[in-house]
T-cell receptor, first 113, second 110 residues
Framework: DAMVIQNPRYQVTQFGKPVTLSCSQT?????MYWYQQKSSQAPKLLFH???????NEADTPDNFQSRRPNTSFCFLDIRSPGLGDAAMYLC????????????FGPGTRLTVT | AQSVTQPDIHITVSEGASLELRCNYS??????LFWYVQSPGQGLQLLLK??????LVQGIKGFEAEFKRSQSSFNLRKPSVHWSDAAEYFC????????FGTGTRLTIIP
């Protein structure tokens, strides 16, 4: 089945230690998104790629970076995680054809110790 | 700017009872509207969407929603809930990006 895959599902990192979360998709969608979702809150868009074009949300901290080496993969890098960065990180994709429907992965739960 | 309001933070219903989750949006043009469901520790799953046409849309798992332009609403309904429907429900509006409401947590009691 076509899907959005996130690895790992659970990630523990230390305060200030860089961490990378990964997302892959088999849907061949051209748009990939990263959201941050804190407990009992709505997902908050961090940035997205339209093909190779990177689009950063204005309020996304510089501590968060992203890479998309090819259509299938997208990475979220947190350069110096703080305690406030502990959250669920959701990857999503959407395709062409005027469809705005986004397909979400299962998320990566990040814990910062 | 677009916005979405879900007035109910938490709703509890009995299994087998009907359900309505409220969603109001603020957007200048005809919106693209969505309902997503999120089970604990999981990603979001699309229940249904409205782009245009028939204002009553059917979704998965027996859910439906009705778009009412005059009320700026897109309420989600289900005639008879199951224990497996317990989850967080998010309404969202799309205009170049998805804007989510704050969510409604649904609890089902036997």
């Amino acid at each position: 089945d076509a899907m959005v895959i996130q690895n790992p599902r659970y990630q523990v990192t230390q305060f200030g230690k860089p961490v990378t979360l990964s997302c892959s998709q088999t849907l061949n969608h051209n748009v990939m998104y990263w959201y941050q979702q804190k407990s009992s809150q709505a997902p908050k868009l961090l940035f997205h790629y339209y093909d190779k074009d990177f689009n950063n949300e204005a309020d996304t901290p510089d501590n968060f970076q992203s890479r998309r080496p090819n259509t299938s993969f997208c990475f979220l890098d947190i350069r110096s995680p703080g305690l406030g960065d502990a959250a669920m990180y959701l990857c999503a994709t959407s395709g062409n054809g005027g469809s705005y429907e986004q397909y979400f992965g299962p998320g990566t739960r990040l814990t910062v110790t | 700017a677009q916005s979405v309001t879900q007035p109910d933070i938490h709703i509890t219903v009995s299994e087998g009872a009907s359900l309505e989750l409220r969603c109001n949006y603020s957007y200048g043009a005809t919106p693209y509207l969505f309902w997503y469901v999120q089970s604990p520790g999981q990603g979001l799953q699309l229940l249904l969407k409205y782009f245009s046409g028939d204002t009553l849309v059917q979704g998965i798992k027996g859910f439906e929603a009705e778009f009412k332009r005059s009320q700026s609403s897109f309420n989600l309904r289900k005639p008879s809930v199951h224990w497996s429907d317990a989850a967080e429900y998010f309404c969202a509006v799309e205009n170049e990006k998805l804007t989510f409401g704050t969510g409604t947590r649904l609890t089902i009691i036997p």
